[in-house]
């Protein structure tokens, strides 16, 4: 809490002082939990919830961040009318924990609400044109939370769900709080109300005692599933956590070899993504860089495009039609409707 005293303690500074370190214990600390930022001229980011009280055994966040707490409902809602005043397209929700809003308290009050009311009430402020929840544990994205997005005004069909490991042992291992079967059942589900949703995957190889079994376990459930992407992390010890001191610690270069096999596995995922999406009519939201000539976008369902420079399209929404993939990945597009720029 002290980074939001430091004006305080500068000024208090003498010419002759050689400077203090001020810092409090972790269970001290009166964390400013919500906030917001604004990412570039087309997206802010929301932060409703910090800290986490989960213990899996190969993180420090619990210890570096806290226990789970949340924003006020009112706060939350105040900071998205303020995005959507400053002309910014796009929301995306964050925090360490999110699908935990409503626990822990706010000041003295206690929470009354859930994620679902969250994501319920942020859907009516007025202004905003998207909504993106960001990365959400298996366990904690519900079925009504899943159907109310498929309905939604603003929230856009895009779920990161992190898995870490297709091996329920190695789930155990790792003491996540659900097992394979259950990240199978959101994507199922995600897949029948939402079959154009993108579904992101996080997952972690070479924790402790993960054998090349344990591994081809993880690789084969996630070629079965129908995902588009992952964001693959190769497993490195941290001090003070309880995977730090397990046995049957993988070979640096097994767990790099691992790593490149699911890298290449999320290339192949998001090519034939990308190939399910041509032909379908979508909205882009073109950002603010010139990159080699081009300017790019995503769609709700978060398919990067790319059309010639046109500084007068960013920060504006259009109505497209996506047409081929081109070699560096990007898709191709042709206007269907002009919303926010007349060509």
């Known amino acids: ?75 939350v809602l105040q900071n998205a009318k303020e995005i959507s005043q400053q002309d910014i397209k796009e929301i995306v929700l964050t925090g360490v924990n999110i699908g935990d809003y409503g626990k822990g308290e706010f000041g003295n009050k206690k929470h009354e609400h859930t994620f679902l009311e969250l994501v319920q009430e942020l859907d009516k402020v007025e202004g905003i044109e998207r909504l993106r929840i ?114 049957s610690v993988v070979d640096i270069n097994i767990r790099a070899k691992r790593s490149k096999m699911l890298r290449g596995l999320s290339v192949k995922k998001r090519r034939a993504f990308y190939e399910s999406q041509i032909g379908t009519h979508r909205t882009v939201l073109f950002e603010s860089e010139n990159k080699g000539g081009y300017i790019h976008g995503f769609t709700e369902n978060y398919v990067k495009v790319k059309t010639p420079w046109n500084p007068e399209l960013i920060n504006t929404l259009h109505e497209i039609n996506l047409t081929k993939i081109d070699d560096d990945g990007c898709a191709r597009m042709e206007f269907t409707k002009i919303m926010n720029y007349q060509l």
């Not at 990412?39 to 619990?62: E, H, N, S």
């Not at 994205?141 to 769900?161: A, Q």
């Not at 394979?180 to 995600?190: D, G, H, S």
């Not at 129908?226 to 397990?246: C, G, K, Q």
């Open 134 to 247: 960001s990365s959400i544990e298996p366990n904690l994205l519900k079925n009504e939370t899943i159907e109310f997005v498929s309905k939604s005004r603003t929230f856009v069909p895009h779920f990161h769900i992190p898995l870490q490991s297709g091996s329920n042992q190695i789930l155990k291992l790792m003491k996540r709080r659900y097992q394979r079967e259950v990240y199978t059942e959101r994507v199922n589900k995600i897949r029948e109300v939402m079959p154009h949703a993108c579904i992101g995957v996080d997952v972690i190889v070479g924790f402790p005692g993960e054998s090349d079994e344990h591994f081809l376990e993880t690789y084969n459930f996630l070629n079965e599933m129908d995902i588009s992407y992952l964001h693959v992390f190769t497993y490195s010890e941290r001090d003070n956590t309880e995977a730090a001191t397990m046995e």
């Open 1 to 75: 809490t002290e980074k939001f005293k430091i004006t305080d303690y500068l000024n208090d500074l003498s010419k002759n002082d050689m400077g203090e370190i001020h810092s409090c214990e972790i269970s001290e600390a009166d964390f400013y939990v919500g906030s917001y930022s604004i990412g570039d001229r087309t997206r802010a980011f929301l932060k409703v919830q910090d800290g986490c009280d989960y213990k899996c055994t190969y993180c420090t966040i619990p210890l570096a961040r806290g226990i789970s707490r949340s924003d006020a409902l009112e706060n």
